[in-house]
């Protein structure tokens, strides 16, 4: 048995990570976390789901390109702490690429408000504003890299327009940005301002989801393949048995609370949750 860190109440819930890949003219990538692929064939201008994580520093990032397993482009660390999603972005030439790891806000603003933020990632962009077209700044002088703090706007449909920042000079138009009621967004400026292709775009992401991967259907033991069994329960609960449900490895992310060998014993019960 390979146990990581035990949940209490206290903790809360598990950390999640997205994968964001604005790199212009790297492939796909295969992302691999202690070891095991988990954010597989992430393409440009394309986010993962979030993936459950344990919390800690020891989830160490390994990024490929698809296909060639055993080349790897990047290899990163993450501090990952309870009731937190993280953004990892890949960005800059595929020569030359870094990444940046975002902390997410995934509570949502109230009705008929929307939560936006602003990062730039095209590596041969000035620094920018983000303005409405013929309108106030939004997010100012704007370097790569940088990131632009939430801010809470109306919802509704904008024209934007991105700047040299300081000036009026108009880089691009971004139109009919739609902004619904109660969401909260990520916008990425990326590709590449002096080409060749992909010129420069946005990439509109969604962030109130936690998107934590749910379990499947049920199904019944098998124990010839490694198994988990997870279940909620409150400190009065503890002498409660509920008729145990078993998912096949590939439907949890692979870093859960214990891992248990074929046919091997199970672990004991967690303090405030029945581990078998």
Not at 17 to 26: F, L, Q
Not at 37 to 65: C, E, H, I, M, W
Not at 102 to 111: Q, S, Y
Not at 206 to 216: A, C, Y
Request: aromatic residues 10%.
């Amino acid at each position: 048995m390979v146990a990581t860190q035990p949940f209490t109440q206290a903790q809360g819930e598990l950390p999640s990570v997205r994968v964001v890949h604005t790199s212009p003219d790297a492939p796909p990538f295969d992302v691999l976390a202690n070891g095991r692929l988990t954010f597989p064939q992430v393409k440009y201008g394309t986010a993962s789901d979030y993936r459950p994580f344990n919390a800690g520093n020891y989830n160490l990032l390994r990024v490929l390109t698809t296909g060639l397993t055993s080349t790897a482009v990047l290899t990163m660390g993450l501090d990952l702490s309870f009731n937190t999603h993280y953004s990892v972005l890949m960005l800059g030439r595929a020569t030359n690429l870094s990444a940046l790891t975002l902390v997410d806000d995934p509570i949502m603003p109230p009705l008929g408000q929307a939560k936006l933020r602003f990062v730039h990632a095209a590596p041969d962009a000035p620094a920018v504003d983000i303005a409405l077209r013929n309108g106030r700044v939004l997010f100012s002088n704007v370097a790569y890299k940088w990131i632009g703090a939430y801010q809470t706007v109306a919802a509704g449909t904008y024209d934007l327009e991105i700047r040299v920042a300081g000036t009026t000079q108009i880089i691009t138009t971004i139109p009919q940005v739609q902004l619904n009621s109660a969401t909260v967004h990520t916008m990425l400026a990326i590709g590449l301002l002096s080409g060749p292709q992909p010129g420069l775009n946005v990439l509109l992401l969604n962030d109130v989801s936690s998107g934590l991967t749910p379990p499947m259907e049920s199904k019944s033991l098998d124990l010839t393949a490694p198994h988990y069994y997870y279940h909620n329960y409150t400190p009065a609960d503890l002498n409660q048995y509920p008729p145990p449900v078993y998912y096949q490895p590939q439907e949890i992310h692979p870093l859960n609370y214990y891992e248990v060998a074929p046919n091997s014993a199970y672990p004991p019960p967690c303090p405030t949750r029945r581990c078998w």
